[in-house]
């Protein structure tokens, strides 16, 4: 299955699944009950052809290797939690070494770099979204040389390229935000495209596409209610409570238009994954079937050539 699915795509692209739909990282009451195996299987028979990490798989590539193999599953990458904005980059080399070895170890190319620092302290994830910290201006400039040797000596150390997550709440978040951040940055420094992400801060992800399309090494598919996102940010919710309403789903489920996505894959020159990615409670949306209703989506939207 995975064969068929990937001679469809365009040459250097194939789409994978993030775990997120069967078990939340964060939260853990979020598919908890639910086994890495079930996970694993959900995602081969839908047609995907690998998965991201997630809380449940073994660190050790020596297991992680065998259980991939047997469902015939690639890993695509895995999240890594920075500290750029408040650490130095050697401390940061020293806390990402275990984590880079295993990506490398399992054929990753990419690592997914997500700055959990300056952001509002104990639970930052539970605070009202207008809690979010941000960098000064001043502060941008250096930000950006860290990250910068940061991910040239990530990809001479373990030949990974660092894509980095523009996420809510974090420094990262706007399109202004992200643009000074890559503006200042080398290009050394990949973007990682999140389209639920860029929907949720109120911004077109066409304009990370139109500035940014050249640094582009990573893509998570991921759909926005729109109804509940402004009871999200009417309501000043925080991210957690927007994840349990149901902000975030596969897609096709929501109401963001992929087109641009799927024009910019098939006619761009993007190489790398393309990965369907929600964060959902899977007791109120079944992870079998919702990740199976974004791969016919994507195949229905013309992601996947016709076969004539």
């Not at 086994?35 to 839908?46: G, H, I, K, N, V």
Request: a negative charge; proline letters at 6%; glycine letters at 8%.
């Amino acid at each position: 299955m995975t064969d068929s699915t990937e001679s469809k795509l365009p040459p250097g692209v194939s789409l994978g699944v993030s775990p997120l739909s069967w078990t939340n990282d964060v939260l853990e009451d979020l598919g908890d009950n639910i086994p890495l195996e079930t996970c694993l299987e959900e995602a081969r028979s839908a047609g995907y052809a690998g998965v991201e990490l997630g809380r449940k798989f073994p660190r050790d590539a020596t297991v992680l290797g065998p259980i991939l193999e047997r469902h015939d599953l690639r890993l695509a990458s895995g999240w890594y939690s920075g500290f750029l904005a408040d650490r130095d980059v050697d401390l940061e080399l020293s806390q990402v070494h275990a984590h880079a070895s295993l990506l490398r170890e399992m054929g990753a190319k990419v690592m997914v770099y997500g700055e959990c620092g300056r952001m509002y302290p104990e639970e930052p994830l539970d605070a009202p979204m207008s809690k979010r910290l941000t960098l000064a201006p001043t502060e941008i400039v250096p930000y950006a040389a860290k990250l910068t040797a940061f991910s040239r000596r990530l990809k001479d150390a373990y030949g990974l390229t660092l894509a980095y997550h523009h996420h809510l709440m974090m420094v990262a978040e706007t399109f202004e935000e992200i643009s000074a951040i890559f503006d200042a940055a080398g290009p050394e420094v990949g973007l990682l495209l999140d389209t639920g992400h860029a929907r949720a801060a109120e911004f077109d992800f066409v304009r990370l596409i139109k500035r940014f399309a050249d640094r582009i090494v990573h893509i998570h598919l991921k759909d926005v209610r729109a109804e509940v996102l402004a009871r999200v940010r009417d309501g000043d919710m925080s991210f957690n409570d927007g994840v349990r309403a149901g902000m975030f789903t596969v897609p096709g489920d929501g109401d963001v238009d992929f087109d641009p996505v799927f024009q910019f894959v098939r006619k761009g020159g993007y190489k790398g994954w393309i990965v369907v990615e929600a964060e959902q409670d899977p007791s109120i949306a079944p992870p079998k079937p919702a990740v199976g209703r974004a791969h016919r989506y994507l195949s229905g939207r013309l992601l996947l050539r016709n076969e004539r």
